[in-house]
């Protein structure tokens, strides 16, 4: 399973940007996905993440409110609309394709990574 992660960028405190990440395989193959972060200096962290049907989503608490987990089964693709964006939300971003279809948050449930894009918000 191959995972591209797109639309990262670099945004000014306050702003939106909306990543995406098409997958090689089906995404209704009951797989829940999910969205990481890294910052420099720091381990990756869970985001957010969304059940195989879409009907299910939980996200940290440092983004709530703000970010917006997304799929779209027939495109292959989920998302993430990243509203209100901080400096601190500055980071490599990740998506991952779970072994489960069940929402979780733990890295280790994740068998399937893309390469990750960057996002950075300017103060």
């Known amino acids: 399973v191959q995972l591209q992660a797109s639309g990262g960028g670099l945004v000014q405190a306050g702003g939106s940007l909306k990543l995406s990440c098409s997958t090689s395989r089906r995404t209704s193959s009951n797989n829940a996905m999910g969205w990481f972060r890294q910052a420099p200096g720091k381990e990756r962290e869970f985001i957010a993440t969304?059940?195989?049907?879409?009907?299910?989503?939980k996200y940290a608490d440092s983004v709530k409110g703000r970010f917006t987990i997304s799929r779209d089964n027939a495109k292959n693709t989920v998302y993430l609309q990243m509203n209100s964006l901080k400096p601190e939300d500055t980071a490599v971003y990740y998506c991952a394709v779970s072994r489960l279809s069940i929402i979780s948050t733990t890295t280790l449930d994740y068998n399937y990574w893309g390469q990750g894009t960057l996002v950075t918000v300017s103060s």
């Open positions: 969304i059940s195989w049907r879409g009907d299910m989503t």
